[in-house]
Nanobody
């Protein structure tokens, strides 16, 4: 059974930092790119960041560039999202997600309906 389990969310003041972790089970990192999708209150889901895939560098949505960094430890099957200089507009549920690198889906122009696996989500709240 494939599992993606997030941890590290919480409440932080604007300008602060959090690191999200995703523990991945029973998934081959050669075939899947792992990333983060968030959903803010009253809004749709948005691809935030994804690990490099198909010879392209890691992906970041414009609003987090320069503030968030995605990394992975393939041996431990862990993916991390370091979030610095957090803003109130970063408040959302953050989901760890996996997309098959051969499926045609991509973090750039992400098709949410074609995401292959999801974690349960972790809440990030940034106070002003």
């Amino acid at each position: 059974e494939v599992k993606l389990v997030e941890s590290g969310g919480g409440l932080v003041q604007a300008g602060g930092s959090l690191r999200l972790s995703c523990a991945v089970s029973n998934l081959n990192f050669d075939d899947y790119s792992i990333g983060w999708i968030r959903q803010a209150p009253g809004r749709g889901r948005e691809g935030v960041s994804g690990t490099a895939m198909n010879r392209r560098s890691a992906y970041y949505v414009d609003s987090v560039k320069g503030r968030f960094t995605i990394s992975s430890d393939n041996a431990r099957k862990m993916v991390y999202l370091q979030m610095n200089n957090l803003k109130p507009e970063d408040t959302a549920v953050y989901y760890c997600a996996a997309i098959n690198v051969w499926s045609g889906n991509s973090w750039r122009g992400l098709n949410i309906d074609e995401v292959d696996y999801w974690g349960q989500g972790t809440q990030v709240t940034v106070s002003s």
